[in-house]
């Protein structure tokens, strides 16, 4: 009984987290994406930041995709699958923080406080998540693992 607590405990931390990340990415999305249209108009035209902001629109929506797709898999407790899409999370999860963090910096120096502000909060967010949720893919992983191996030896 207390495996069965133990594996709602994880699965409803790693919902919340993963759905607050989501969010956070699409809004982060949106955002770049805004500044991304406002310096492509023809008195602001600037193929520097135009280029960097269509990165960063890039790089945190392909990161809420892969969370998406964690979280399905979650969702339809297929967490063998988890191991494919699972190092290319880790990887953009950890270029994403780092990249906040280097935003922050860039902002701040441009006194640009809304996004700097943005991306501060973005950073710990994703990186809350990522510690959680690295742990407790493996823990499903394993305990649900454990447990087919059971059935399929009674039943075999």
């Known amino acids: 009984m207390s495996t069965q607590r133990f594996i709602k405990t994880v699965r409803l931390r790693v919902y919340i987290l993963g759905i607050i990340s989501i969010v956070m990415a699409l809004f982060q ?6 500044m991304l249209s406002l310096v492509l108009t023809p008195e602001y035209f600037d ?19 892969l969370t998406a797709r964690l979280m399905f898999l979650f969702f339809e407790k297929r967490y063998e699958e988890t ?30 406080y809304l996004p700097a502000a943005l ?16 742990d407790d893919i493996k823990k499903l992983r394993v305990s649900e693992g454990c447990g087919l191996t059971k059935d399929v030896t009674k039943g075999g």
Do not use: H
């Open 29 to 34: 999305t949106g955002s770049f994406v805004a």
């Open 47 to 65: 193929v520097q930041v135009g280029v960097g902001a269509g990165l960063m629109a890039l790089l945190t929506f392909c990161y809420a995709a």
């Open 119 to 134: 991306c501060c909060l973005a950073a710990p967010t994703y990186a809350v998540f990522f510690v959680y949720a690295k």
């Open 83 to 112: 191991k494919g899409p699972e190092w290319m999370w880790w990887f953009f999860t950890v270029g994403l923080i780092l990249f906040n963090l280097l935003l922050v910096v860039w902002f701040s120096l441009l006194n640009d």
